[in-house]
């Protein structure tokens, strides 16, 4: 079974009012340093040696991008492209800088979750991050790494993860995630792109405007982020370790250490603001998560991922090694869509 199903998504023309909208600017130049997104790593017996979305760059490699303008570029070219800014705002309920407590329980994601999974009424929020890209700047179509009882990206390579929701074989392990995104800017280019019904229906695109929002279950509704509009020659070199920061006047620099690597003017930047949820049937589900009963393990995941591959035929005698059967699984359960034209 592969997961073409369509899926519900929820488009928000106006998420807060004037003065809220205007607080999201004002809270994104206060928390001041953004550091530049970088995996983080986890042991496993699986996969060594395999990027984290080892997915979604294979596909980006291979494809050249959706827009394919990026065959030809080195890798170099290519990380600077995808390593965006990223900050937590809030982790669990936890705000990590005030002001953002009105964007974690906000009815309007709340009840857009409630949409996206009609018998899930309790949300939970588990998170809310900053993304800041800069000209030139896109983002690989994926899906986001899901979470199953027993088996999150503290545990578990994130492809896996993927692997298994896309192999639909582990569904009654996992919790559901509403995923919403809101942009505080009106951007050339970096229209957020998405298949709401599945890899092999059209594409659809939202326009980045200021104060609007997706609300989707992201990990499953494949999507990215289209180049931003740059004017610039050639790509900045940009590289894990710096850092992105307001100047004033509306001016923001990338910082190598001391040195600036490139300056922007606000305007130039793309800023969103995610959030993320868990959405429960009941009360009971949400206290039998955190008590962490009924988990799968790694083992019990890959016999069984195994298992079904001997019955597609994709295994035939003795199980491949790593990274060989790692490959195997990304190429059978994770059909990326073939559609591109906006
Ligand atoms: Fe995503």
């Not at 009609?118 to 983002?139: D, T």
């Not at 940009?238 to 305007?267: C, K, Q, S, T, Y």
Request: glycine share 10%.
């Amino acid at each position: 079974m592969f997961k073409t199903a369509s899926h519900t998504t929820v488009e928000v023309e106006q998420l807060f009012d004037a003065q809220g909208a205007a607080a999201m600017v004002e809270l994104c130049e206060r928390f001041g340093r953004y550091g530049m997104y970088s995996q983080e790593h986890v042991d496993s017996p699986i996969g060594v040696g395999l990027a984290q979305r080892h997915d979604a760059l294979s596909n980006f490699l291979r494809t050249g991008g959706r827009t394919g303008n990026t065959s030809g570029e080195d890798l170099r070219t290519l990380g600077a492209r995808t390593n965006y800014f990223r900050e937590e705002y809030a982790y669990g309920l936890e705000p990590r800088i005030s002001g953002i407590e009105g964007f974690l329980r906000h009815d309007t994601f709340e009840d857009s979750a409630r949409a996206i999974f009609p018998h899930r009424p309790v949300i939970e929020p588990a998170i809310a991050f900053a993304n800041l890209m800069v000209p030139g700047q896109e983002l690989a179509v994926h899906t986001d790494v899901p979470e199953f009882r027993g088996c999150n990206r503290k545990v578990m390579p994130q492809w896996l993860l993927v692997v298994m929701h896309h192999s639909g074989l582990f569904e009654d392990h996992r919790m559901p995630i509403a995923t919403g995104v809101s942009w505080f800017h009106d951007c050339e280019g970096g229209e957020f792109t998405y298949w709401p019904d599945g890899a092999d229906g059209p594409v659809r695109q939202h326009r980045v405007a200021y104060n609007t929002a997706v609300v989707l279950d992201a990990d499953s509704v494949f999507h990215g982020v289209d180049r931003i509009a740059s004017d610039l020659p050639e790509m900045a070199p940009l590289r894990p370790g710096m850092g992105l920061e307001p100047i004033g006047d509306g001016r923001w620099v990338v910082r190598d250490g001391d040195a600036v690597a490139a300056e922007h003017a606000w305007d130039e930047l793309r800023f969103s603001v995610s959030w993320k949820a868990y959405c429960f049937t009941d009360e009971h589900e949400q206290r039998t998560w955190r008590e962490g009963s009924d988990d799968l393990t790694l083992d019990v995941v890959v016999d069984r991922l195994v298992a079904d591959l001997r019955e597609r035929g994709e295994i035939d005698g003795e199980v491949p090694g790593d990274p060989t059967l790692a490959l195997l699984m990304i190429d059978t359960y994770i059909r990326f869509p073939t559609t591109v034209a906006g």
